[in-house]
């Protein structure tokens, strides 16, 4: 996750035609895949080592939290397949020790985002 747009730019590589649906798009449901800049190359977030997945979310309380940490790595709040948990409370009783830290940001409520990849072939992934 990233507070902005400009974030996003220092750590992905950003494709012209990606940029109108950025600008529709963000802050809200929607993640773009892209090439990894020299920046976020280094970084261990699992995957190829090569791209990034990227999303300006739209709830208040996540942006306010990157205002002050920078860009987080994050996961969907699910186990793959499964609806998402709306509480926090949910949430821990799904995943229990095996997180580290659980922040209550309030209640969820949504689809999951879009994800497309502007790696290659532009392509929806989700």
């Keep these: 996750m990233v507070p902005s747009a400009d974030a996003a730019r220092q750590i992905g590589e950003i494709p ?25 190359r280094p970084w261990q977030l699992g995957g190829d080592g090569e791209t990034i997945g990227l999303r300006v979310p739209a709830r208040p309380f996540a942006l306010e939290l990157m205002a002050i940490t920078g860009p987080l790595a994050a996961t969907s709040a699910n186990i793959s397949g499964e609806g998402t948990p709306e509480t926090v409370e949910s949430i821990e009783e799904l995943f229990g020790e ?7 940001g309030g209640e969820l ?4 985002s879009d994800v497309i990849s502007f ?8």
């Design 109 to 112: 409520s949504g689809s999951p």
């Design 16 to 40: 012209v035609e990606a940029e109108a649906l950025i600008a529709a798009q963000w802050p809200g449901a929607l993640t773009i895949v892209v090439a990894r800049t020299e920046t976020s």
């Design 119 to 126: 790696v290659g072939d532009i392509r929806k992934l989700r």
């Design 98 to 104: 095996d997180v580290r830290l659980y922040v209550d």
